[in-house]
């Protein structure tokens, strides 16, 4: 970044130069030629007393001594400057100067104490910087003896609050200042009514090197004098450079999402003029403005944007074969604009036969292959993709039409190809996409997609699903999604009744979560389930739905209605032993009965470790809620599981329950498992009860427990409470 400071100042010396303002004309100079303070030359010291007592009689307001007596000259000289410095009565001041030293630290410098006993001191900045300007001053000086006020400061009569350094401007007319040599201004009778009322800075020597905008090699004591100017006009806001690369970016990265290259342009043109348009508001303001930070945010970001076109360049041609590439395509605004069909084809062995080529015939291979296509697409251009990928567009869209077409271009591919003098054989399938969006690379991605999915024998050509775009956008955000639905109420709970088959009373409710999108509606539960599974939110999740569960229990439990409350807990959580600690939480804080509680394991062939499982479903038996078999028959895992796991229940899958009174296998299989269960000792719920049939099949059968939408639907709780009040007498009417 400091590489960038001459250009910050070089901006900051045109501003000052282009926005010119006149003096306040309080503030006055006095400059010299020669060194005052040469104590060879006591007569200097001497001109200096008379001219401070004529500064005086001619009405000046104060006199600052901008140097520093370091040698003591006469005896008469020396104490003539100090009795003409005390004859002012604190309205003169010498100069305690701080001076950079050769290792880059600071020392302190000020007059001898025979010339500065009992005359006041005020602060000087260090010199100039490397190209000659002070753009700085502060308001304090720190010194072995404490603060004290800069020659400005104390001239403006301000402290600064809590800011220790302000900007020096620079744009005051110089001719507006009230000035003159010293040498000029010792004649006799010399009119010195021009600094009546003003405070008077008087430079002791003329230092080479010290500029200011629009002069070069200026007396060393207009540093403080614009410093003083810059405090009483108010100029002291300083724009930090870091402010102004952050405005800067942000509004290149806003114009860098703009898709058109013509509107991207000129929003990046609109940036600079805003940028230039700023400096010269400040300027006009006043106000000093850090740029480099923004010029170099410029810089960096101009090396990579031309790194980036670059790249991109290259990016849009294989460079082996000179063809285009998918970004090409994807770049393609006729491509955008007609949307034809996508093809991709997949090169099947491709990598294996460009690992038996030599190199030098990999691209005599692709391009064998592309002729290949060339001669039955109609002359379509034809893109290249990472690997074993070649695409190419077709106006055609109707399916039939094109699955023809693929075949004989599968049939074109059976004869092999000629590389050099080697025969290579070459298998080939098709992705195609022929959904409306103009969005090329989604389309061009989908068509990757189902081409990667087939295969040479059984789908050899695929057409990828029509969803539109707003769906496909809804699906790979979903997980995002489901934080914010559960804090915004989206997702809930219903509860299905389990009821004793027998008399239909309900002994128990399962507790199931349910989620209505404002804008898609009710989300099936298995896609939302499942991606909570992909995105490791499905502790969240089952902690949220295990919390409202106890809650509504403990809400039934108020309405006189004691019912057991089943949860179900994903088979992918049984591995961690965070499952037990999370229902244990829950517990402690609902207050809810464990013993009224049961966890159905769901889907328990995903158990992949049934050791830990068995010790972890171990630990959750012990708090005291009912362990269940849910989905049983289904996974080759379940007879297992069920001998291995602690269960106290198991759930007949609905795929059996369903298809009793069409299916005897199914009824067999139903009875057998009812069976089992009084032979283990355990419950045994049937779920999926569609119908009267059904229920009475399960009643002869000795079933004690059903569940179903021909008992009931899964209802909110108030539906729940109702139908209890009611009496339940009627098991088989549907509660929705």
Same mark, same amino acid.
């Given at each position: 970044?400091?590489?960038?400071?001459?250009?910050?100042?070089?901006? =900051?010396?045109?501003?000052?130069?282009?926005?010119?303002?006149?003096?306040?004309?309080?503030?006055?100079?006095?400059?010299?030629?020669?060194?005052?303070?040469?104590?060879?030359?006591?007569?200097?010291?001497?001109?200096?007393?008379?001219?401070?007592?004529?500064?005086?009689?001619?009405?000046?307001?104060?006199?600052?001594?901008?140097?520093?007596?370091?040698?003591?000259?006469?005896?008469? /000289?020396?104490?003539?400057?100090?009795?003409? *410095?005390?004859?002012?009565?604190?309205?003169?001041?010498?100069?305690?100067?701080?001076?950079?030293?050769?290792?880059?630290?600071?020392?302190?410098?000020?007059?001898?104490?025979?010339?500065?006993?009992?005359?006041?001191?005020?602060?000087?900045?260090?010199?100039?910087?490397?190209?000659?300007?002070? =753009?700085?001053? +502060?308001?304090?000086?720190?010194?072995?003896?404490?603060?004290?006020?800069?020659?400005?400061?104390?001239?403006?009569?301000?402290?600064?609050?809590?800011?220790?350094?302000?900007?020096?401007?620079?744009?005051?007319?110089?001719?507006?200042?009230?000035?003159?040599?010293?040498?000029?201004? +010792? $004649?006799?009778?010399?009119?010195?009514?021009?600094?009546?009322?003003?405070?008077?800075?008087?430079?002791?020597?003329?230092?080479?090197?010290?500029?200011?905008?629009?002069?070069?090699?200026?007396?060393?004591?207009?540093?403080?004098?614009?410093?003083?100017?810059?405090?009483?006009?108010?100029?002291?806001?300083?724009?930090?450079?870091?402010?102004?690369?952050?405005?800067?970016?942000?509004?290149?990265?806003?114009?860098?999402?703009?898709?058109?290259?013509?509107?991207?342009?000129?929003?990046?043109?609109?940036?600079?003029?805003?940028?230039?348009?700023?400096?010269?508001?400040?300027?006009?303001?006043? =106000?000093?403005?850090?740029?480099?930070?923004?010029?170099?945010?410029?810089?960096?970001?101009?090396?990579?944007?031309?790194?980036?076109?670059?790249?991109?360049?290259?990016?849009?041609?294989?460079?082996?074969?000179?063809?285009?590439?998918?970004?090409?395509?994807? @770049?393609?605004?006729?491509?955008?604009?007609?949307?034809? /069909?996508?093809?991709?084809?997949?090169?099947?062995?491709?990598?294996?036969?460009?690992?038996? *080529?030599?190199?030098?015939?990999?691209?005599?291979?692709?391009?064998?292959?592309?002729?290949?296509?060339?001669?039955?697409?109609?002359?379509?251009?034809?893109?290249? &993709?990472?690997?074993? *990928?070649?695409?190419?567009?077709?106006?055609?869209?109707?399916?039939?039409?094109?699955?023809?077409?693929?075949? &004989?271009?599968?049939?074109?591919?059976?004869?092999?190809?000629?590389?050099?003098?080697?025969?290579?054989?070459?298998?080939?399938?098709? &992705?195609?996409?022929?959904?409306?969006?103009?969005?090329?690379?989604?389309?061009?991605?989908?068509?990757?997609?189902?081409?990667?999915?087939?295969?040479?024998?059984?789908?050899?050509?695929?057409?990828?699903?029509?969803?539109?775009?707003?769906?496909?956008? =809804?699906?790979?955000?979903?997980? @995002?999604?489901?934080? @914010?639905?559960?804090?915004?109420?989206?997702?809930?709970?219903?509860?299905?009744?389990?009821?004793?088959?027998?008399?239909?009373?309900?002994?128990?409710?399962?507790?199931?979560?349910?989620?209505?999108?404002?804008?898609?509606?009710?989300?099936?539960?298995?896609?939302?389930?499942?991606?909570?599974?992909?995105?490791?939110?499905?502790?969240?999740?089952?902690?949220?739905?295990?919390?409202?569960?106890?809650? /509504?229990?403990?809400?039934?439990?108020?309405?006189?209605?004691?019912?057991?409350?089943?949860?179900?807990?994903?088979?992918? *959580?049984?591995?961690?032993?965070?499952?037990?600690?999370?229902?244990?939480?829950?517990?402690?804080?609902?207050?809810?009965?464990?013993?009224?509680?049961?966890?159905?394991?769901?889907?328990?062939?995903?158990?992949?470790?049934?050791?830990?499982?068995?010790?972890?479903?171990?630990?959750?038996?012990?708090?005291?809620?009912?362990?269940?078999?849910?989905?049983?028959?289904?996974?080759?895992?379940?007879?297992?599981?069920?001998?291995?796991?602690?269960?106290?229940?198991?759930?007949?899958?609905?795929?059996?329950?369903?298809?009793?009174?069409?299916?005897?296998?199914?009824?067999?299989?139903?009875?057998?498992?009812?069976?089992?269960?009084?032979?283990?000792?355990?419950?045994?719920?049937?779920?999926?009860?569609?119908?009267?049939?059904?229920?009475?099949?399960?009643?002869?059968?000795?079933?004690?427990?059903?569940?179903?939408?021909?008992?009931?639907?899964?209802?909110?709780?108030?539906?729940?409470?109702?139908?209890?009040?009611?009496?339940?007498?009627?098991?088989? $009417?549907?509660?929705?």
């Amino acid at each position: 970044m400091q590489f960038f400071q001459p250009v910050d100042q070089m901006i =900051w010396v045109t501003q000052n130069l282009t926005f010119k303002e006149p003096a306040s004309g309080e503030v006055a100079y006095i400059y010299s030629e020669r060194s005052i303070a040469d104590p060879d030359f006591p007569e200097r010291r001497e001109e200096l007393a008379k001219l401070i007592e004529s500064l005086d009689q001619a009405g000046a307001r104060a006199i600052y001594i901008d140097g520093v007596f370091t040698d003591p000259s006469t005896e008469a /000289a020396d104490s003539a400057l100090n009795t003409a *410095l005390r004859d002012l009565s604190g309205r003169a001041f010498l100069t305690y100067r701080l001076r950079p030293t050769v290792t880059g630290e600071t020392e302190s410098v000020r007059t001898i104490d025979v010339i500065r006993s009992g005359v006041p001191e005020v602060g000087a900045d260090p010199g100039a910087n490397f190209l000659g300007y002070i =753009w700085e001053s +502060s308001y304090d000086i720190e010194t072995p003896d404490g603060e004290m006020p800069s020659i400005a400061a104390h001239i403006a009569d301000t402290d600064g609050g809590n800011a220790d350094i302000f900007p020096v401007n620079y744009s005051f007319d110089l001719d507006s200042i009230p000035s003159m040599e010293l040498s000029q201004a +010792s $004649r006799p009778n010399v009119d010195l009514s021009r600094f009546e009322g003003t405070s008077v800075v008087i430079g002791l020597s003329r230092v080479e090197g010290y500029h200011i905008p629009g002069v070069r090699d200026v007396p060393p004591v207009l540093a403080p004098v614009f410093a003083a100017e810059s405090l009483m006009a108010g100029h002291t806001r300083f724009v930090h450079g870091g402010l102004t690369a952050f405005v800067l970016g942000l509004l290149v990265i806003l114009a860098g999402r703009l898709r058109d290259k013509k509107m991207r342009r000129t929003a990046y043109a609109f940036t600079a003029i805003t940028l230039v348009g700023f400096a010269a508001t400040a300027g006009i303001l006043g =106000w000093r403005v850090g740029v480099f930070d923004a010029v170099a945010f410029c810089a960096i970001f101009a090396i990579f944007r031309l790194r980036s076109v670059w790249k991109d360049s290259f990016a849009l041609v294989d460079l082996e074969t000179n063809l285009p590439s998918f970004a090409a395509l994807e @770049a393609d605004k006729e491509v955008a604009e007609s949307v034809p /069909a996508i093809i991709v084809a997949k090169i099947h062995r491709f990598e294996q036969v460009r690992r038996s *080529l030599p190199k030098e015939l990999h691209a005599e291979y692709i391009m064998r292959i592309t002729g290949r296509l060339k001669a039955a697409t109609q002359d379509a251009t034809i893109y290249l &993709g990472q690997g074993h *990928l070649i695409a190419w567009t077709m106006k055609e869209k109707d399916p039939a039409l094109l699955q023809e077409h693929l075949e &004989g271009l599968r049939a074109l591919f059976s004869a092999p190809l000629l590389v050099a003098d080697q025969q290579v054989d070459v298998g080939i399938s098709f &992705g195609v996409d022929i959904s409306p969006s103009p969005n090329v690379a989604r389309r061009l991605a989908s068509a990757v997609d189902v081409a990667e999915k087939t295969n040479e024998t059984y789908d050899p050509i695929i057409i990828a699903d029509t969803a539109s775009d707003e769906d496909l956008i =809804w699906n790979i955000s979903l997980q @995002a999604r489901i934080d @914010a639905a559960l804090e915004n109420g989206e997702i809930y709970l219903a509860y299905q009744p389990k009821v004793m088959v027998q008399t239909g009373e309900i002994i128990g409710v399962e507790a199931l979560v349910r989620w209505k999108d404002p804008v898609k509606g009710h989300i099936p539960p298995d896609n939302f389930i499942r991606q909570c599974e992909t995105a490791g939110r499905m502790t969240h999740l089952t902690r949220f739905v295990l919390e409202e569960a106890c809650k /509504a229990g403990n809400a039934f439990e108020d309405r006189g209605l004691s019912l057991p409350i089943a949860v179900n807990i994903s088979a992918t *959580l049984v591995h961690e032993r965070g499952i037990v600690q999370m229902v244990s939480e829950v517990l402690d804080k609902t207050g809810f009965d464990p013993r009224r509680l049961t966890l159905e394991i769901t889907e328990t062939y995903r158990i992949s470790n049934i050791d830990r499982a068995a010790d972890i479903l171990g630990e959750l038996d012990r708090l005291g809620p009912k362990i269940s078999m849910d989905d049983f028959g289904v996974g080759a895992a379940s007879l297992e599981a069920l001998l291995r796991l602690p269960f106290s229940e198991l759930k007949i899958d609905r795929t059996f329950v369903s298809q009793m009174t069409s299916n005897p296998k199914a009824a067999g299989i139903v009875r057998s498992i009812l069976q089992m269960g009084k032979d283990l000792r355990i419950i045994v719920v049937a779920e999926g009860v569609e119908d009267a049939g059904t229920l009475t099949l399960l009643r002869d059968s000795g079933c004690l427990v059903a569940q179903g939408f021909g008992i009931s639907r899964p209802v909110d709780f108030e539906r729940i409470t109702q139908f209890q009040q009611d009496g339940g007498s009627d098991i088989l $009417r549907d509660m929705v």
